[in-house]
C-alpha cells in the first residue's frame, strides 16, 4: 500500500502540533538542519568524483587525521546553523571549544551538539558515513550566549536527535521523543520523504556488532558473552551474525531496522571505550529507547549519565532490549566471579 506523500517539513510541523505550547522554533531547527545534511549528502555523493579527497593535513583534538570532507560536513553545519536565531550555543567533534553565535545573529534558546561525519575514516572506501545531532534547551538565562553548561546536560534532557546516513541512499532519523520517523531524500527534487514511520527496533535480535579484533583487551564477562552468542557450546544451536562496518551510524542503522546490538566496550586500551557521549551516544540512545529499544554503558542508562565534558567517552551496549540485558547479565557475573 502506498504511504501517504509526507515530507520531513510537514511531518516536523505535524510532530510540533503535538505541542501546544511550541513555538515552532524547534521546527525551524529541524529544517534548517535538514537542508544543512542534503547539502552535506551532495558533497559526500560526489566524493570519489572530485579531488575532495584525502588528507588536509590537519588534525582534529583527538589526533586523528581529517579528511576534507570531516571538514567541508564541519563548516557547512555552522554556516546552516549559526544564524537561524534558534540556538545560543552549539558543540562539534571537529572543534575542541564549543562554538558561540556570532555576535550579530540573534541567540535562540536550544542547543545544538554534533559529529558532523561520524565514520570518517571510511569516506574514501565508500562505505556509508553519517551526521548525528543532539538538540537539548539551553539552562542559562536567555538572551546572553550559551555556555559549557548548557551543553553538559544529561541525555534524558534532549528535546530531539537524529542522525543522517549517506549510503545507497540517504536517510535522515530523527525523534522528538514521540517516535522514531525515517525520511529517504529524493535527489530528484531535494525532499526527504517519510519512508519508514514509526520505527520500532525488535525486542531480540540475531546480529552482535563489535570490533573482535580487540578480543584480547575485553572484559572476561565480554568474551564469555560473545562465545554465547557464537553458541559455541551449543552445536544445535544458530549463532548470530557478526555484521559490523566500523561505521557507527552505519551498524546502528542496520541494528535499528533488523534488531541487534552494537556494543563499543571499555576494554584495556579505552577505558572509556571510544565514542563520544554527548553527540554520538546520547543521540543514539534516544533514538534507540524511543523505538522501544536499551542504551547503556554495560550497567547505567547511556541518558542519565551526567557529562563532564563535551568530548568524554563512554562504553556503550545498545540496541534490542533483551540483548542489552544478556550482555549486562553477563558483564555483572563476570565481576561476580571476580571478586
Ligand atoms: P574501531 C568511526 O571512526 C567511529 O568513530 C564510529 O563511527 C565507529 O563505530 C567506530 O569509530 C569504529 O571504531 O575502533 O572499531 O575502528
Not at 63 to 71: A, H, I, Q, T, Y
Not at 234 to 250: F, H, L, N, Q
Not at 258 to 281: Q, S, T, V
Not at 293 to 316: C, F, M, W, Y
Request: glycine fraction near 8%; hydrophobic fraction near 35%.
Amino acid at each position: 500500500m502506498k504511504q501517504s506523500f509526507m515530507t520531513l517539513q510537514r511531518h516536523i510541523i505535524e510532530e510540533e502540533r503535538r505541542h501546544p505550547q511550541a513555538t515552532g522554533e524547534l521546527s525551524s531547527l529541524l529544517w534548517d538542519l535538514s537542508l544543512a545534511t542534503k547539502v552535506i549528502s551532495l558533497e559526500v555523493n560526489k566524493a570519489g568524483l572530485v579531488d575532495i579527497l584525502g588528507f588536509t593535513g590537519e588534525e582534529n583534538i583527538h589526533g586523528e587525521e581529517v579528511k576534507k570532507l570531516d571538514r567541508f560536513a564541519h563548516e557547512m553545519m555552522i554556516r546552516a546553523m549559526d544564524h537561524g536565531g534558534h540556538l545560543c550555543v552549539m558543540a562539534s567533534e571537529e572543534e575542541d571549544n564549543i562554538i558561540h553565535i556570532p555576535k550579530n545573529k540573534k541567540i535562540g534558546k536550544y542547543v545544538l551538539m554534533f559529529d558532523p561525519l561520524d565514520g570518517s575514516s571510511n569516506i574514501d572506501a565508500n562505505v556509508s558515513i553519517g551526521t548525528i545531532f543532539s538538540i537539548y534547551k539551553r539552562v542559562t538565562p536567555d538572551g546572553k550566549p550559551g555556555t559549557v553548561e548548557d551543553c553538559l546536560q544529561p541525555g534524558v534532557k534532549q528535546v530531539a536527535a537524529g542522525y543522517t546516513i549517506y549510503g545507497s541512499s540517504t536517510m535522515l532519523v530523527y525523534t522528538t521523543g514521540h517516535g522514531v520517523h525515517g525520511f529517504t531524500l529524493d535527489p530528484a527534487f531535494g525532499e526527504y520523504l517519510l519512508s519508514h514511520p514509526n520505527i520500532q527496533i525488535p525486542k531480540k535480535g540475531k546480529i552482535y556488532s563489535i570490533n573482535e579484533g580487540n578480543y584480547k583487551y575485553w572484559h572476561p564477562g565480554l568474551k564469555k558473552y560473545i562465545k554465547f552468542l557464537q553458541k559455541d557450546e551449543d552445536p544445535e544451536e544458530k549463532p548470530y551474525s557478526a555484521r559490523y562496518i566500523g561505521s557507527m551510524v552505519a551498524d546502528l542503522h542496520r541494528n535499528l531496522l533488523y534488531g541487534g546490538i552494537f556494543m563499543y566496550p571499555a576494554d584495556k586500551r579505552h577505558p572509556n571505550g571510544k565514542l563520544r557521549l554527548m553527540y554520538e551516544c546520547n543521540p543514539m540512545a534516544m533514538i534507540v529507547e524511543s523505538a522501544g529499544g536499551r542504551a547503556t554503558d554495560g550497567k547505567n542508562r547511556i541518558l542519565e549519565i551526567q557529562p563532564e565534558s563535551i568530548h568524554q567517552r563512554v562504553p556503550i551496549f545498545i540496541g534490542s532490549e533483551e540483548d542489552v540485558l544478556l550482555a549486562e547479565k553477563f558483564l555483572r557475573e563476570a565481576e561476580v566471579e571476580a571478586v
